[in-house]
Nanobody, 122 residues
Framework: QVQLVESGGGVVQAGGSLNLSCAADSIKFPIITMAWYRQAPGKQREMVATMFSGKIAKYPDSVKGRFTISRDNVKKMVHLQMHSLKPEDTAVYYC????????????????WGQGTQVTVSS
């Protein structure tokens, strides 16, 4: 079964930095999109960074200029570098991968990590 393994969460003071990683090496078929989402208590899950195949990364205004997504297609890993963190960035962060379900089909499936807690103190 496909399993995404996340790491890097923790507690950091406002203005600090934190790097998250997610390993997707259990995925056997071509990866289309890699992304990061977050969900704070009482709020909807929010996309914070996406990178489509052959496309530039996209970010919402809330994190633009502070977060950077990167992907290693050889190691099948996705990273999220976070700088100038704010208390409102506190949430559970999830990695997401969209991948093909076979070598010949155009069908795809979404895979999710278990989530890692990021807490930014003031």
């Amino acid at each position: 079964q496909v399993q995404l393994v996340e790491s890097g969460g923790g507690v950091v003071q406002a203005g600090g930095s934190l790097n998250l990683s997610c390993a997707a090496d259990s995925i056997k078929f071509p990866i289309i999109t890699m992304a990061w989402y977050r969900q704070a208590p009482g709020k909807q899950r929010e996309m914070v960074a996406t990178m489509f195949s052959g496309k530039i990364a996209k970010y919402p205004d809330s994190v633009k200029g502070r977060f950077t997504i990167s992907r290693d297609n050889v190691k099948k890993m996705v990273h999220l570098q976070m700088h100038s963190l704010k208390p409102e960035d506190t949430a559970v962060y999830y990695c997401n991968v969209e991948a093909r379900t076979s070598w010949v089909s155009t069908n795809s499936a979404d895979y999710w990590g278990q989530g890692t807690q990021v807490t930014v103190s003031s």
